[in-house]
T-cell receptor, first 114, second 114 residues
Framework: AQSVTQLGSHVSVSEGALVLLRCNYSSSVPPYLFWYVQYPNQGLQLLLKYTSAATLVKGINGFEAEFKKSETSFHLTKPSAHMSDAAEYFCALTRGGGADGLTFGKGTHLIIQP | ETGVTQTPRHLVMGMTNKKSLKCEQHLGHNAMYWYKQSAKKPLELMFVYSLEERVENNSVPSRFSPECPNSSHLFLHLHTLQPEDSALYLC?????????????FGAGSRLTVL
């Protein structure tokens, strides 16, 4: 069985501050890991993915995430928050191979304070 | 039109109605998915089609009936739904590979059951 846990259903940061969204996973096989973002009234958009090529993954909009096997974590960071980053963020994993659907966390709502 | 397109974007139906959600992808993908997104719950994988064959059905009630006539189109037929079925229904597609399965999502169909 596999699962994804996102710590904190809501995270609030000031504009210009560091963004840190936490994700821990459980998987019986080495997983592929993803972060998706969802803006209001829209579908999910891929931010970045970990595919075992490099532990530090850079994505769109200045986000990056680091895979730490020893901590079973894949936390998402951005050095300086922008108002446009306000959205719902989802961490997800898959075993890979075939048409394997993603297992998602519950999501973290990121609030940016002016 | 490119990407994954879902219609209708909004649907209101009574419990005795029959309606359908439609999903279309123009990405050359060969796998398609239906997810249910409810408030305060993780995204739930409902159905997976690979090469137009259903490969996964996560114990979804029979009042939801999927159809995949070809690799570009996916439908979700709805009948005698319950108010708890009100949710955002997301369609996604991917290109099957031996590696990471990256899903591309549509904007969703917001369903309200009265």
């Amino acid at each position: 069985a596999q699962s994804v846990t996102q710590l904190g259903s809501h995270v609030s940061v000031s504009e210009g501050a560091l963004v840190l969204l936490r994700c821990n996973y459980s998987s019986s096989v080495p997983p592929y890991l993803f972060w998706y973002v969802q803006y209001p009234n829209q579908g999910l958009q891929l931010l970045l993915k970990y595919t075992s090529a490099a532990t530090l993954v850079k994505g769109i909009n200045g986000f990056e995430a680091e895979f730490k096997k020893s901590e079973t974590s894949f936390h998402l960071t951005k050095p300086s928050a922008h108002m446009s980053d306000a959205a719902e963020y989802f961490c997800a994993l898959t075993r890979g191979g075939g048409a394997d659907g993603l297992t998602f966390g519950k999501g973290t709502h990121l609030i940016i304070q002016p | 039109e490119t990407g994954v397109t879902q219609t209708p974007r909004h649907l209101v139906m009574g419990m005795t109605n029959k309606k359908s959600l439609k999903c279309e992808q123009h990405l050359g993908h060969n796998a398609m998915y239906w997810y249910k997104q409810s408030a305060k719950k993780p995204l739930e994988l409902m159905f997976v089609y690979s090469l137009e064959e259903r490969v996964e059905n996560n114990s979804v009630p029979s009042r939801f009936s999927p159809e995949c006539p070809n690799s570009s189109h996916l439908f979700l037929h709805l009948h005698t739904l319950q108010p708890e079925d009100s949710a955002l229904y997301l369609c996604a597609s991917s290109l099957q590979s031996s590696g990471a399965n990256v899903l591309t999502f549509g904007a969703g169909s917001r369903l309200t059951v009265l």
